[in-house]
């Protein structure tokens, strides 16, 4: 596997690969969907751990959180597959999709996935907070083709 089909696969690896600024600003609209989808699933279960702890002597209905998670999980999901397409390509994307479905590992994966677009965005110089970056933040980055003394 040289030649063609090596430089397809590590085209977004190169050092000197610029990703288009639309193509960050998927990133970073995935990657705020992730960031989201992970603190609904958090406030949901921190949520149910303390209606279950106030009320002591009743059996906790389960049923909601549950479809909540199913549903959010299913909603991750699609970001996960969103952004790894983005990020690293179809067989990366299917197998990152997939596995969100595992439960307990689809909040590792959620995690994992958006940790890539971290690094992604920074890597063009994107400044990333904890909530993500925002469009502005891509519109304002510097640019490795924007020098002012290239000869011109």
């Known amino acids: 596997m040289r030649g063609a089909d090596m430089a397809a696969w590590d085209e977004f690896d190169r050092p000197s690969y610029e990703r288009p600024i639309e193509g960050l600003k998927r990133v970073a609209r995935y990657q705020r969907w992730l960031i989201a989808v992970v603190l609904a699933q958090l406030a949901l279960w921190a949520g149910f751990i303390a ?3 106030l009320g002591r002597g009743r059996e906790p209905d389960m049923q909601f959180p549950v479809v909540l998670t199913l549903i959010l999980g299913a909603v991750g999901g699609i970001f996960v597959f969103l952004l790894s397409w983005e990020l690293r390509g179809a067989f990366a994307a299917l197998v990152f999709g997939l596995a969100t479905v595992v439960p307990c590992m689809g909040l590792l994966i959620l995690t994992m996935v958006s940790g ?7 890597k063009h110089g994107v400044k990333v907070g904890v909530f993500g970056a925002s469009f502005a933040a891509i519109d304002e ?3 490795l083709y924007d020098d002012e003394d290239a000869g011109w």
Not at 116 to 122: G, S
């Open 51 to 53: 209606l279950t702890i």
């Open 141 to 143: 980055r510097p640019s």
């Open 116 to 122: 890539y677009a971290t690094t992604e965005l920074r």
